[in-house]
């Protein structure tokens, strides 16, 4: 009888070690989650979006689909600094090698006119779309990164500095990168 009791508690012991083992790693995620902590998102200076908003969401087509996009935003008139800012992202897209096939430079606008003739190639497949809903997006001169599925995920804004300008075209190519070696589509 004594010997069938030290069998029963040895099994319960272990049954409960069981419970423990997988029940202890799901309370713990648990109480990580529900108290808002997340492991910290590093990028090379882009900002994720926080609510990300699709071509969809915005009733646009997407004009790359299945492909990652560089989308230049200018809703005012592209003066002087927004050609030099297109040319930095053209540059960005050159630099990727052999990635290239996997990004489409986009430029958005409002008004096509805006854009001179001509300056917005130099053998970079450019698209051009308009976007009469752009107006509700805050975003100007600005390069959005827009994955495969239509989603604009990450944001960059250029300073008015030349060499800061240069600082940011490189980080855009770091995070597109990044993304491209994380990412299974596109």
Known sequence: MNNQK????????????MILAFAVPVILAKVLLTSGFRGEVTTHGGVLVN???SYQELALDNPATGQWQ???IAKNNCNELCLERLGYVQQTWRALGRLQERV???IATNNLRLLPAGDTG????????????????NYDQQVVIVDPLGNLMMTFEFPNDHQQSLV?????????????????IG
């Open 6 to 17: 030290i069998v029963k508690s040895r099994g319960e012991k272990q049954l409960l070690l």
């Open 104 to 106: 489409t430079v986009v």
């Open 51 to 53: 609510n990300p908003v």
């Open 70 to 72: 560089m989308l230049y």
């Open 168 to 184: 940011i075209a490189h980080n855009i190519l770091l995070d597109l990168k990044q993304l491209l070696k994380l990412s299974r």
């Open 122 to 137: 130099q053998h970079v497949p450019v698209k051009i779309i308009s976007l009469e809903s752009l107006s509700t997006l």
